[in-house]
């Protein structure tokens, strides 16, 4: 048995089968974590904790097999497997650092780029430990020094490539530090990054402590605290570096649980505040609903009986129609026959030339002729103030039409208005917002809107009656009319006979000519007036029958308007129990 300066004692085995147990229960937990929420951050921990672990295991073997045992092939071997494993933290600390940290775009890109390096350059350094080992890690020579320490009897001989990689590696830790105060720094994220950033710490003393205790023989007290153990302190400090940042992921994932503790909490109250939100809008919606379909179903009765009113003006109004038209071929064949007197009298004038007989008779039936034509004119002229007052009364029953035409719209806007109302009451059930103060706004305005349309629907009932009351006025006025035109009538027949008798007393009469033609041209001017006064009354009842067809039509075309508004009524009485069935499964259902 080789006789060593340094022999290997028990706490440079203990140290780093600790460490190793450490790491594989850090392993086992993140992973168990990242399986549970995928989160990056915890499968680098996962990473972190498994390179950890099979460096340590493999500072544990190689103290074993090539210390304790003094096998110094096997230990080679695991010597090997050790700084392939700490190579791939080239890989490592990059990627925990792109997980753990907040990065700006370009910062990310960059450290993306330094992830994608280091795992070529952690690659490379495994496949040179295989294809030449002489140039990194040795598995044939031994180290210079394996005869002075037994803790290094079974470490092989340290190529180039080791200090270049000892030297890129620590550049990389130099690079983490800076990115971790950079990051406390901007984002003040201590609570996470500090037991971190005080690992790396430690790993990078550890590493300094083993590189200076390798090269140096004396005590090395001014930076080591526990200068007379001889454990890898390094192990520890990397061991450490991993735990920090598993304890700083983990405070993350506890404070995470926390949170979502807290808001499960939250969403509870905040359900239980909505489910009695629900129950409101449900008690409330439902009692206005009821409210609402009653007031519809009202209104659509009104409308009905307004409807059946509407049609039976448009049937007395056709009715009215039809008796001017009566009254216009009646005034029609009253022209006509002045028409045909004027000619009569026009012969009768060439006749009455011939006239020498009868004078004083003559005279006598021309002043009666005078009288009963003056009357003639009167009963006329009163069946054209007749006529007057009914063209009044037919006005007054337009503009009441208008009026109710007016009202038709008032009760289409506020139909439209009821509608939207319904619309802002759903969109405030389905906010809920303050207890349902929006929704006791609108089932306000929904109130009045309804005493608006009662009042509506009274404005009507009275227009309608007030149309019934002009209507009845003209047909008394058109009854009266025709009575005084039918007495104009038999008035012209009196003059018909009386003409018949001045022209037989004519035949008698063959003296005083110039007498009886001035008669006669006094006659004719009458007869001119009578023909005008006819043509005038013509024009006016066929002006008349036009105004009564304009109301006839503007009844009909109400009384589509009024059916339309029925439709919309029970479209709005059928919405109202849909929404109340609605609301009745949704309760059910919550």
Known sequence: ????????????????????????????????????????????????ALIGAVFVFSETMLLLKGGWMLDPMSGMQFHRIEQIAASFFFFAIPYLLMNMLKMGPRWHSFNRALVVIGLGLALGFAALSFIAPGLFISVTEHRSDWLIRQADYGRGAQGPLYSVRDAVLFLFIIYAVVCFIADMVRHKRLRYLMPSFVGLGLAIHGAVVDIVSTHTIESTIMYDIFPESRHSRFVVGITLFILFSMAGSLRRFLDLARSTEIANERAQKEADKNRAQNLFIHDVIHANSDTLVKHSESLSTSIADFTDNSREQAAATEEISASIEEISAAVES???????????????????????????????????????IGQISSNAKSGDESLGVMNESMKSISGSSTEITGIIEIINDISDRINLLALNAAIEAARAGDAGRGFAVVADEIGKLADATAGSIKSINTLIRNNELEIANGMTNIAVAVARINAIMKDIENIVALISEISAQAERQSQANRVVGESTGMVKTRAERITQAMNEQSLAITEISRTVGSINELSQNNTLRIQGITDSSKALVEMMSTLRGEIEKFSKGA
């Open 334 to 372: 009253v022209k006509q026959s002045a028409d045909d007197q004027y000619a009569g009298i026009e012969g009768l004038a060439e006749t009455m030339t011939r006239l020498s007989e009868s004078t004083a008779a003559l005279g006598t039936t021309v002043t009666r002729s005078l009288s009963m």
């Open 1 to 48: 048995m080789p006789e060593f300066k340094e022999i290997l004692t028990l706490s440079q085995f203990a140290i780093p089968l600790a460490c190793f147990g450490t790491l594989l229960m850090g392993l086992f937990i993140f992973s168990f974590i990242y399986f549970s929420v995928r989160d990056r951050l915890y499968f680098t921990m996962t990473v972190m």
